[in-house]
């Protein structure tokens, strides 16, 4: 297993967040909290406004209202030591090998010396080791996914963002991802994960947060919304029912 990390205060809080293009409110009021060491799927069709949450948790679009806050306290410009978005298509520095990245986050976050060690040993772990002189362009989604993450890990985020994380990965790569998310949540990183692939998210989450047309219609653990709607045995049941 990946070293423990701090899995002390409240975690990551979205309260109120509004986020208006024009006349269209992409997403309208939304309040939830993803607690340290917890996973929590952030799920809703096409349009629902899962991305555009992901990256104002992330500070990449400016919220209309509400705010977003770690253990309490509002994020600001430094939010990136607090918060750590991947998104659908992973972006890597194409001419920077998957070594040279961690190299990168290790400088830029002022680490102390012997990080390299934990560098390799993340390597190790993600199945990178053999890719450690590889460039960027070169990764598949897989592999730029992977080295996100064990730059995250490096870098001692402890809330990671990923959106759509499944999409585009072969079985293998599913599974490998699946096993690294359960490491992670683990450790104690709060993991908020967007997907249309309800089987993975019944799966891997152990609350979801449903939305439709930016608004929360239903959250909470899978068997708890079930018995709620009174619905079937499934979280495809359940998220058909508050979203029609």
Same mark, same amino acid.
């Given at each position: 297993m990946i070293g !423990?990390?701090?899995?002390?205060?409240?975690?990551l809080e979205v309260q109120g967040l509004e986020k208006r293009f024009g006349e269209l409110r992409a997403v309208d009021?939304?309040?939830?909290?993803?607690?340290?060491?917890?996973?929590?799927?952030?799920?809703?069709p096409n349009g629902a406004g899962k991305t555009?949450?992901?990256?104002?948790?992330?500070?990449?679009?400016?919220?209309?209202?509400?705010?977003?806050?770690?253990?309490?306290?509002?994020?600001?410009?430094?939010?990136?030591?607090? &918060?750590?978005?991947?998104?659908?298509?992973?972006e890597v520095y194409a001419m920077l090998t998957v070594w040279e990245h961690l190299v990168f986050v290790a400088r830029s976050c002022r680490l102390p010396d012997g990080w390299q060690r934990r560098g390799e040993d993340l390597l190790d772990r993600f199945g990178l080791l053999?890719?450690?002189?590889?460039?960027?362009?070169?990764l598949s989604k897989g592999m730029r996914q992977k080295t996100?993450?064990?730059?995250? &890990?490096?870098?001692?985020?402890?809330?990671?963002?990923?959106?759509?994380? !499944?999409i585009g990965l072969d079985p293998r790569g599913q599974?490998?991802?699946?096993? !690294?998310?359960?490491?992670?949540?683990?450790?104690?990183?709060?993991?908020l994960i967007s997907t249309h692939l309800l089987e993975s998210a019944e799966t891997i989450c152990d609350r979801v947060v449903i939305l439709k047309q930016g608004r929360l219609v239903a959250q909470g653990p899978v068997a708890e919304l079930r018995e709620r709607q009174g619905s079937g045995q499934s979280l495809e049941d359940v998220f058909l029912e508050v979203t029609q």
């Open positions: !423990m990390t701090e899995t002390r205060g409240s975690g009021g939304l309040s939830f909290q993803v607690g340290p060491g917890e996973t929590v799927g952030l799920l809703g555009t949450t992901l990256l104002c948790i992330a500070g990449l679009v400016r919220p209309s209202a509400g705010q977003v806050l770690w253990n309490g306290a509002a994020l600001g410009p430094e939010r990136g030591r607090r &918060v750590t978005l991947i998104s659908e298509s992973p053999e890719q450690r002189d590889a460039l960027g362009e070169s996100l993450i064990a730059a995250s &890990v490096l870098a001692g985020t402890p809330a990671l963002l990923l959106d759509e994380p !499944m599974r490998e991802l699946r096993d !690294m998310l359960q490491e992670l949540r683990e450790r104690g990183i709060a993991l």
